[in-house]
Antibody, heavy 123, light 110 residues
Framework: EVQLVESGGDLVQSGRSLRLSCAVS????????MHWVRQSPGKGLEWVSG????????GYADSVKGRFTISRDNAKNSLYLQMNNLRPDDTAFYYC????????????????WGQGTLVTVSS | QSVLTQPPSVSAAPGQKATISCSGS????????VSWYQQVPGTAPKLLIY???KRPSGIPDRFSGSTSGTSATLGITGLQTGDEADYYC???????????FGGGTKLTVL
């Protein structure tokens, strides 16, 4: 059974840092690209960042570029998101999601999601 | 402001059909495949439709997807109260080099 379990969410003050983790099981982790998607309370989904299976390809949303860093440890079946200089508008549930294996970017979708971890940034 | 545009809410009676629209542009829906996600409040999103019209294993054929130009539509037939949820469309945007989502549509089964 595919499982993605996020952790590390917390209440922090604006300007501080936080590191999220996502532990996966039930599939061969280094066969898949992984992503972070966030959802502010009562709002829609927002893609945050993604990383290829080898860490050779990485992307960020403009809203987090320069502040967040995605990484992975294939030996530990884990995905990470280092969040620096946090702002109140970063307050959200953060989900890790597995990108389904597709031949091209045309067919880009997430086939499994974790339950999310809540990050609250106070001003 | 979401890149893809969805109606905030849709409602229909049990047993009837509901359709949810998703409007985009040539850089996303017009040239890339659409996926749809169902999110029951308090839970994680769940994949419903991928590659415009394909269903993952375990998703009933009451759920269907279609596209036309720069728009996509999710159809749900034989509505059940358990279908009440938020529904999101998504697609890769080649100009933004990012995955983009619609703002979500709340489905109410009256």
């Amino acid at each position: 059974e595919v499982q993605l379990v996020e952790s590390g969410g917390d209440l922090v003050q604006s300007g501080r840092s936080l590191r999220l983790s996502c532990a996966v099981s039930g599939f061969t982790f280094d066969d898949y690209a992984m992503h972070w998607v966030r959802q502010s309370p009562g709002k829609g989904l927002e893609w945050v960042s993604g990383i290829s299976w080898s860490s050779g390809g990485i992307g960020y949303a403009d809203s987090v570029k320069g502040r967040f860093t995605i990484s992975r440890d294939n030996a530990k079946n884990s995905l990470y998101l280092q969040m620096n200089n946090l702002r109140p508008d970063d307050t959200a549930f953060y989900y890790c999601a597995r990108r389904a294996t597709t031949v091209t970017l045309r067919g880009f979708y997430f086939d499994f999601w974790g339950q999310g971890t809540l990050v609250t940034v106070s001003s | 402001q979401s890149v893809l545009t969805q109606p905030p809410s849709v409602s229909a009676a049990p047993g009837q059909k509901a359709t949810i629209s998703c409007s985009g542009s040539s850089s996303n829906i017009g040239n890339n495949y659409v996926s749809w996600y169902q999110q029951v409040p308090g839970t994680a999103p769940k994949l419903l439709i991928y590659d415009n019209n394909k269903r993952p294993s375990g998703i009933p054929d009451r759920f269907s997807g279609s596209t036309s130009g720069t728009s996509a539509t999710l159809g749900i037939t034989g509505l059940q109260t358990g279908d009440e949820a938020d529904y999101y469309c998504g697609a890769w945007d080649s100009s933004l080099t990012a995955m983009v989502f619609g703002g979500g549509t709340k489905l109410t089964v009256l």
